[in-house]
């Protein structure tokens, strides 16, 4: 089935510093990923679709400048957490969907877990 | 995009069936309804998904009414390891499947 793999699944980092994290279709291809926040026992809050080839569209609310999304092949998407402050410490989960196939549904990656100190 | 509500939590039993009802009152014609499962520390899994009937595969059924405006995830005989939040979501791919999670369901099963 298909398979989305995150990386890295675990930072710590200090205040102040950017953070990268990929998102990769593995066995499929995705012109279209999601990008996703989630706080302890909470729901998903969805953060920005990001497109390949154009521009993230970014939810309300979402500072556009602080998390950047680039999507520059088929089957890899990046967000860059920049000067990521305590605040921004959360669990980012990403989505995507096989293009080639109709009515498939969205597939999750495992997560990264962000802790800013 | 419908919004969706489902009881917030969900008490079972070692080998009882459990459904899990969702409503979804808005639902449009193009939209499917996706069952998720998500364990803590982990993204959601998907679960079964349907547009209308029912829908069954080896780890689930979904009953989804004539109207749309609701469906039920039956999960059968279910174990220790089916603890875990089930979200109902609804969505239309041709809108580029964006997905809207709502509060989901925390079903705890016990021995």
């Known amino acids: 089935g298909a398979v989305v793999s995150q990386h890295p699944s675990w930072v710590i980092c200090k205040s102040g510093t950017s953070v990268k994290i990929e998102c990769r279709s593995l066995?499929?291809?995705?012109?279209?990923m999601f990008w996703y926040r989630q706080f302890p026992k909470q729901s998903l809050m969805l953060m920005a679709t990001?497109?390949?080839?154009?521009?993230?569209?970014?939810e309300q609310g979402v500072e556009k400048d602080k998390f950047l999304i680039n999507h520059a092949s088929l089957t890899l998407s990046t967000l860059t957490v920049t000067s990521a402050h305590p605040e921004d410490s959360s669990f980012y989960i990403c989505?995507?969907?096989?293009?080639?196939?109709?009515?498939?549904?969205?597939?999750f990656g495992d997560g990264t877990r962000l802790s800013i100190l | 995009l419908a919004k969706t509500t489902q009881p917030i939590s969900m008490d079972s039993y070692e080998g009882q069936e459990v459904n899990i009802t969702c409503s979804h009152n808005?639902?449009?014609?193009?939209?499917?309804i996706t069952w998720y499962q998500q364990f803590p520390s982990q993204g959601p899994r998907f679960i079964i998904q349907?547009?209308?009937t029912k829908v069954t595969n080896e780890v689930a059924s979904l009953f989804i009414p004539a109207d749309r405006k609701s469906s039920t995830l039956s999960l059968p005989r279910v174990s220790l390891s089916d603890t875990a939040v089930y979200y109902c979501?609804?969505?239309?791919?041709?809108?580029?499947?964006?997905?809207?999670f709502g509060q989901g369901t925390e079903l705890s099963v016990k021995p």
């Open positions: 979501l609804v969505g239309a791919f041709n809108q580029g499947g964006k997905l809207i």
């Open positions: 989505s995507a969907r096989d293009i080639r196939v109709s009515n498939q549904p969205q597939h």
């Open positions: 066995d499929f291809q995705a012109t279209t």
């Open positions: 349907g547009y209308k």
């Open positions: 990001s497109n390949e080839g154009s521009k993230a569209t970014y």
């Open positions: 808005n639902i449009a014609t193009n939209d499917y």
